[in-house]
Nanobody
Framework: QVQLVESGGGLVQAGGSLSLSCAAS????????MGWFRQAPGKEREGVSC????????YYADSVKGRFTISRDDDESMVYLQMNNLKPEDTAVYYC??????????????????WGHGIQVTVSS
C-alpha cells in the first residue's frame, strides 16, 4: 500500500513558477513509476509527466515540454514537478500517482495503482 500526499500548489501569475511535491509512504517507493496528472473543470484527467523507476525514463505531455521538469528522490520517497512559465491553461487540480506496472502508455490513468488527493494550481492571466 502506498499513500501519496501532494503539496506546493497555489495561485501564481502567468509566466510564474511553482514547484509541486509528492511525499510517498512505503518502503518500495523506488520500484514505482511516478506520474503527475491534472484535471481542469469540465475536462478529463490528463497525464502531465512521468518518471520511471530509477528515473531511467521521463515523459512529458506536449503541452508542458520545455516548461515542466519531473524529478524524484527515492531515498526520501519524494517526487517533484517544477513548473515554469506557467500559463492560465495550466490551471487544474494536480494529482500525484504511482504505478507498479506502467507499460508503454505512461499517460494512461488506468495504469496507476495509487493516487494522491490532488492539489489546486491556479494561474491568473
Amino acid at each position: 500500500q502506498v499513500q501519496l500526499v501532494e503539496s506546493g500548489g497555489g495561485l501564481v501569475q502567468a509566466g510564474g513558477s511553482l514547484s509541486l511535491s509528492c511525499a510517498a509512504s512505503g518502503r518500495t517507493f523506488s520500484i514505482y513509476a511516478m506520474g503527475w496528472f491534472r484535471q481542469a473543470p469540465g475536462k478529463e484527467r490528463e497525464g502531465v509527466s512521468c518518471a520511471s523507476s530509477s528515473e531511467l525514463s521521463k515523459y512529458y505531455a506536449d503541452s508542458v515540454k520545455g516548461r515542466f521538469t519531473i524529478s524524484r528522490d527515492d531515498d526520501e520517497s519524494m517526487v517533484y514537478l517544477q513548473m515554469n512559465n506557467l500559463k492560465p491553461e495550466d490551471t487544474a487540480v494536480y494529482y500525484c500517482a504511482a504505478s507498479w506496472a506502467l507499460g508503454s502508455t505512461w499517460d494512461n490513468a488506468a495504469k496507476y495503482n495509487y493516487w494522491g488527493h490532488g492539489i489546486q494550481v491556479t494561474v491568473s492571466s
